[in-house]
């Protein structure tokens, strides 16, 4: 028998490769026989860097990526390294944050003179817009008075005024490849701030007020790029700053992929698909949204595809029955009445106990 472990990162307690060993350790206690392919994967959030660096290679630079592919000189920028949500700097509270360092990041990136910047988009805390990037790429904000906002959400909530004439002009000589492992729109029931909102620190009392500024915010934008991509898929990504990259289009060659399936095939996932008889993945929380692009969505489908079964390995899984719809196997690594931050700090071990449950099961031990 042969399996494919391709996992993403159980975000805050193990890199996608740290979870494919443990998920093979544990398949290999029971079956030490069995063949096992392991590929660490990601769907353009957190871990998308270190993942395509072990693909393209290439060298570190500010946390930045340069490499060649494709006689293009390339950079990788991962929002999670700037704006994430685990940083020191992304502690305060969430209408004082912004997408200010991504947009240095990327003024940093063209001033190196690269052909093609991609942008990892998942694991960000902001929900402004991509107000903050657009301001760092010389675009100005204004309030109802004539002064310049605060790049950050209060910035968004005062917005009245956007002059674009200071967007660097650099753009329009790359080539802007965003990796989105969501596809929300910015605005609506499925939009930024009701999707993802609450777990990035807004009040619940204080949506509706948010979401209100988001779509003056879309409307304002799209008046003065002459461009409208409020509803486009992916652009509720990262708080929005999907939203404001696709902007871009205005002056840059512009493209929004899904991230899991771009590196799902710099990986050569589909190449090893037809050699093996199971497939594993696996995130930190596994539930509905999981079926909204996440990368064990992608990856069941293509396993679906090539007629392999697939099993779904995560520190948490809810939903299960739905879930289950889309593989053969859907299991928890959190025993029950564990509680999750104890689970987060064993979740080598979790996960290899997991790991070994499954393989008894599939073997018929």
Known sequence: MSILVAPDSFKG?????????????GIRSVM???????MPLADGGEGTLHVLQNVYGGDMHHEILYFDHEACRCALIESARFIGLTL?????????????????????ALDTGVDDIRIALGGSATVDGGLGLLMALGCRVMDGYGATVSADLNGLMRARRIDIGGLDQRLKDVRLTLLSDVQNPLCGDDGAVYVYGLQKGIESHRLSDVESAMQHWGDLCGQSFDLSVQQLPGSGAAGGIGFALQLLGRVADVALVSGAELVMQASGFDQALHSVD?????????????????????????ARRDDVSVALISGEVSDRQLLETFFDHAVSAKPEGVPIIEAMQQAEYYLTQAAAGWARYISGE
């Not at 307690?13 to 443990?22: C, F, K, P, V």
């Not at 995130?283 to 999981?290: C, H, K, N, P, V």
């Open 13 to 25: 307690s193990l890199t996608s490769r740290q979870a494919a060993a443990a998920i093979a350790a």
């Open 32 to 38: 030490p026989d069995v063949n096992i392919i392991c």
């Open 88 to 108: 020191t700097s992304m502690q305060n509270n969430v209408f004082d944050r912004g997408s200010t360092a991504l947009g240095h990041a990327l003024f940093s």
């Open 278 to 302: 199971w497939v594993v993945t696996g995130e930190g929380r596994s539930d509905a949204q999981t079926l909204q692009s996440k990368l064990p969505y992608k990856v069941a489908q293509a």
